[in-house]
């Protein structure tokens, strides 16, 4: 009868930690339209903040998770860098510069709440290096 107990528990134990624990933040793919828009939003939000005169964008998504609150939570680590765009231009495409000495990339930790069903978005957590 132990052992059955303990071979029971055992499964459940490893059939948890497969999948993952519930409420966990979790790998996402970048392709989700949520995650997508989320990050627009976060970098939208970066650039109004910056005192920097030119646009920055995302050049890199090392890591992008979400997690479920109460509401969705996405969490992503990109790198950053500033674009030939200036601020509050009429330019739409704008690339990253190519003098990396200009560019300035850093890598950031993003974290974005999302409650859609309250029309609700928030950036919780930015910081760059």
């Not at 134990?13 to 939003?41: I, K, R, W, Y």
């Not at 997690?67 to 330019?91: D, M």
């Not at 495409?93 to 709440?113: F, G, M, R, Y």
Request: proline share 2%; with cysteine.
């Amino acid at each position: 009868m132990y052992i059955k107990m303990i071979v029971s528990f055992l499964a459940v134990t490893l059939a948890v930690a497969s999948a993952g624990l519930t409420g966990a933040p979790m790998d996402a793919d970048m392709n989700d339209e949520g995650v997508q828009n989320a990050l627009q939003f976060a970098v939208a939000q970066y650039n109004r903040q910056s005192n920097d005169a030119f646009v920055r964008q995302v050049s890199e998504v090392i890591k992008v998770q979400k997690q479920v609150v109460s509401g969705l939570k996405y969490i992503f680590t990109v790198k950053v860098g500033r674009t030939n765009c200036r601020k509050g231009g009429v330019e739409t495409l704008c690339s990253i510069h190519e003098d990396p000495s200009v560019a300035q990339v850093s890598q950031c930790k993003i974290t974005v709440w999302s409650q859609p069903w309250l029309n609700n978005i928030k950036v919780l957590e930015n910081t760059c290096m």
